[in-house]
């Protein structure tokens, strides 16, 4: 989804989708209109050994949106990845909202971590980012057990459980 682009997903499924190289889910980069509503994301993974902080593997990228991206009441489970995040990336993403969401391994001892920054979330670059009413459940990472932010980026959270995340 590129520029000037509008995605609304509805009640869909994501499941035991596979990247070569670099995003598992997909890739949201200056659109106009991204709404995830009740979807499930599940078993996604990246099979790319790049491990460069900011250009290695994640499951869904927004990038370069000035207009709200909202996922609401979404879960993502057991999405994997070498390096970064297997999760959501997030580089100058100036709205994001996330709500009522839950973010969860269901087999953290299984994950390689010294290259994943950010267990379920990773926000650079002027990034901002609210979440509410969301959990994260047994991320690990190197860095950042379930979020990891760096670079002007501004981070809300509100009513959120975090629990058994490592890093």
Known sequence: MASGSIIIAQTCEFINNQALYHVSIGQVIESIK????????????????????????MGLEIQSTTEPVKITSCEFTDNTALGVTAYIYMNRALSVLIEDS????????????????????????DSNVTVRR??????????GGAIFILGSTTLLLEQCEARNNIA
């Open 34 to 57: 991204a709404e995830f509503s009740s979807c499930k994301f599940i078993r996604n993974r990246v099979l790319s050994q790049n491990i460069h902080l900011n250009e290695g593997s």
């Open 134 to 143: 969301t959990q994260f459940v047994n991320g690990r990472a190197h860095s």
């Open 102 to 125: 839950i973010f969860k391994n269901t087999m953290p001892s299984q994950i390689m971590t010294s290259h994943i920054f950010g267990g379920f979330m990773h926000a650079v670059q």
